[in-house]
């Protein structure tokens, strides 16, 4: 089974709403992280949460992190069309650093 | 810099063939990991070289193997190639620094089995 599983499994928003998306996962982390992917395309790192941090920003992303649930939130204030794309949050546990996948969350922003 | 490549980008096999993947990862990145992709079943991880040796490694049969070699470039192998092995094949190369390891990721291989 996965280490990470999103929800939903699928998001459709308007253009300027806010998209928000959950993480839970099942074992302790160093960190956790959020990637993005285009259509057909590889995955790119969005932004990371390490096992003592509560809360992160990066532009219009928001990320918060709760341990004792074991869950993470992503929050894309503002979306705009090229947001469209799927979402996954990947977990890296363990001495050697492995990063563990969910399946993914796809978004679509419509104009 | 140059980023993750991946080659070749599109690759059509037989079932029973044997197919391998190459990955150059970006300078200075000592680490490799590969995932398979498919619809159904997500991001799945395959197997990661750090310093050309396998460091972690996922739930693949043994018709799936890999390699890194001394300038980091890594290759992977499936061999016997079967239905359910039709995924696209990301690498993604890393610092993997301790509690900080960032991916980045190359276009991938979509790999087609007939």
């Known amino acids: 089974s996965q280490q990470g599983e999103e929800d939903p499994q699928a998001l459709s928003i308007q253009e300027g709403e806010n998209a928000t998306m959950n993480c839970s996962y099942k074992?302790?982390?160093?960190?956790l992280q959020w990637y993005r992917q285009n259509s057909g395309r590889g995955l790119v790192h969005l932004i990371l949460?390490?096992?003592?941090?509560r809360e992160k920003h990066s532009g219009r992303l928001r990320v918060t992190l709760d341990t004792s649930k074991k869950s993470s939130s992503l929050l894309i204030t503002a979306s705009r069309a090229a947001d469209t794309a799927s979402y996954f949050c990947a977990t890296e546990t363990g001495a050697n650093s492995k990063l563990t996948f969910g399946k993914g969350i796809t978004l679509s922003v419509r104009p | 810099k140059a980023g993750v490549t991946q080659t070749p980008r599109y690759l059509i096999k037989t079932r029973g063939q044997q197919v391998t993947l190459s990955c150059s990862p970006i300078?200075?990145?000592?680490?490799v990991s590969w995932y398979q992709q498919t619809p159904g079943q997500g991001l799945q991880f395959l197997f990661e070289y750090f310093s050309e040796t396998q460091r972690n490694k996922g739930n693949f049969p043994g018709r799936f193997s890999g390699r890194q070699f001394s300038n980091s470039r890594s290759e992977m192998n499936v061999s016997t190639l079967e239905l359910g092995d039709s995924a696209l094949y990301l690498c993604?190369?890393?610092?993997?620094?301790?509690?900080?390891?960032?991916?980045?990721f190359g276009a991938g291989s979509r790999l087609t089995v007939l």
């Open positions: 300078s200075g990145h000592r680490s």
């Open positions: 993604a190369s890393s610092l993997s620094g301790p509690g900080a390891n960032v991916l980045t």
């Open positions: 949460i390490r096992s003592n941090e």
């Open positions: 074992t302790s982390i160093n960190n």
